[in-house]
DNA sequence: CCAAAGCTCCTTTGAGGCGC
DNA sequence: GCGCCTCAAAGGAGCTTTGG
């Protein structure tokens, strides 16, 4: 149903191209089209795979179930079974069922066997890519569960959630039971984490996480944005207060650093450790005057001591600014002007009454 | 038995609000 | 801008619980 969606959005693409020529030329005149072509490519995405064992490290977290799914031969393909996803969500609906024990023997427990079946993936190709839309059908069939998938690095012993995809990957799946286990070690402090179905994030409270699922906005395509209005008589009237962004800038500096991220390791106070620092390696700026819209040329760095060459350039910039500044201009004053001036009761800026009598001013 | 999670309790750190 | 306050995040000691 993808493919017919495109296809049909693609030939209306080309019929606005061939409008579009036919009006830009006066008297092109369409004949036949010779050949539409339409090219396919396999789509290599992370795939799921058949029995891989929990790393050590993933493993000593105890908040998973693996599925045992080793030597099963699926009869279809001949092939060993690529199951792992089944059995991952079997194992979670048997578990919602009150059973706890050996999870893993999914496949080889009699008892569990309804478990599997519970789960429907018709359709869905095994092993199974990590891809959204995939994801979004299976959720569909099976309406009571939603599924978030997270990827594990064993190397640093952390959790991430899986958002984009991953192409070309051959994965396992198995069932994350506890995720508050999963996240401990989010951060050093020893104390539970509640965690964020939305987000991912962990909180180092059930009230914060409360506070925080209000406002959450989630990870997924087109994230709801929650948006908070004035209440009436509390918060529903602004004044603008920031009178010094009114005066005219003559002209303004803009300018962007890049910089590389230098991996350190060295104490920065207290119990605090730096572990990298951003080290500037080049600039450029310019500068804009605003009255005429003059750009006086680009000017890029790259190079050793970026940052002192900044402030030494920019100083330089300064001598030539003033210069231009310091040209005085005559001043245009009208009788009209004068006569506004000398009777003018309240600040032409921010608009708040004199509280001098005017007429004692000379 | 083991490793990790997690509890109680205490502490430091940094953000941000408030009044002056 | 400063001092003071509150709050949440996070570090950590010392212990128990948990799940394999």
Not at 33 to 50: Q, V
Not at 107 to 120: E, G, M, Q, S, T
Not at 162 to 189: P, R
Request: proline share 4%; hydrophobic share 35%; aromatic share 10%.
């Amino acid at each position: 149903e993808d493919i017919e969606e495109h296809i049909i959005k693609t030939i209306g693409k080309i019929d606005v191209q061939i409008e579009g020529t036919l009006k830009k030329g006066s008297r092109y005149i369409l004949k036949r089209i010779l050949e539409i072509s339409i090219e396919t490519y396999t789509l290599r995405r992370a795939l799921g795979g058949s029995y891989i064992p929990t790393p050590k490290k993933l493993a000593n977290t105890k908040s998973t179930i693996n599925p045992d799914n080793q030597g099963l031969i699926n009869p279809e393909t001949n092939r060993p079974s690529e199951r792992c996803l089944q059995s991952a969500l079997g194992a979670y609906f048997a578990h919602q069922d009150g059973h706890t024990d050996h999870l893993e023997q999914i496949f080889r427990a009699k008892k569990y066997k309804p478990y599997l079946d519970i789960v429907k993936l018709d359709g869905i190709p095994m092993p199974t890519p990590i891809c959204s839309c995939i994801f979004d059908k299976i959720e569909k069939m099976n309406p009571d569960i939603s599924i978030s998938v997270w990827g594990w690095n064993e190397e640093l012993a952390t959790p991430k959630a899986v958002i984009a995809n991953k192409y070309g990957q051959k994965n396992h799946f198995l069932w994350i039971k506890n995720h508050s286990k999963l996240i401990y070690g989010d951060t050093a402090h020893k104390e539970k984490k509640y965690l964020c179905n939305g987000c991912f994030q962990s909180w180092t409270s059930e009230k914060t996480l409360e506070r925080h699922l209000e406002w959450c906005p989630g990870l997924h395509e087109n994230a709801p944005q929650r948006v908070a209005m004035s209440v009436k008589g509390v918060n529903d009237f602004e004044r603008f207060k920031n009178y010094g962004r009114m005066i005219n800038a003559p002209c303004v500096i803009i300018a962007d650093f890049e910089a590389d991220n230098k991996k350190c390791d060295e104490a920065y106070g207290g119990s605090m450790q730096k572990l990298a620092e951003q080290k500037a390696n080049s600039f450029c700026y310019l500068v804009h005057w605003i009255d005429t819209g003059d750009v006086w040329v680009p000017f890029l760095y790259r190079g050793e001591n970026a940052t002192q060459e900044f402030v030494q350039r920019i100083d330089q910039e300064l001598v030539k600014i003033n210069g231009v500044l310091a040209i005085k201009h005559e001043r245009i004053e009208t009788e009209e002007d004068k006569k506004r001036f000398a009777e003018a009761i309240s600040c032409w800026i921010c608009k708040g009454k004199f509280d001098i009598d005017t007429n004692e001013i000379e």
